[in-house]
């Protein structure tokens, strides 16, 4: 599992909805979103920004290294 699919899985969780329920209101099939949740797959940030806004979250995006801040 990738960062991004273990803050996906527990985002979900946190909201209280299925795999099928969030990949509905990402527009996106529950085989996909199982996917990126088990790092089989690289999500378009289209994709991320989708199943975000499903989730009722921002989106923040870092780029480099966080480890210092």
Do not use: F, Y
Not at 10 to 29: E, F, K, N, P, V
Request: no cysteine; hydrophobic share 40%; glycine share 12%.
């Amino acid at each position: 599992m990738t960062d991004l699919g273990r803050l996906i899985t527990q985002q979900r969780h946190a909201a209280g909805m299925t795999q099928a329920q969030l990949a509905d209101g990402a527009g996106i099939t529950q085989a996909a979103l199982s996917r990126i949740e088990n790092g089989k797959t690289s999500p378009r940030l289209s994709t991320v920004e989708r199943i975000a806004h499903a989730l009722g979250r921002p989106l923040t995006l870092t780029v480099g290294d966080t480890t210092g801040v």
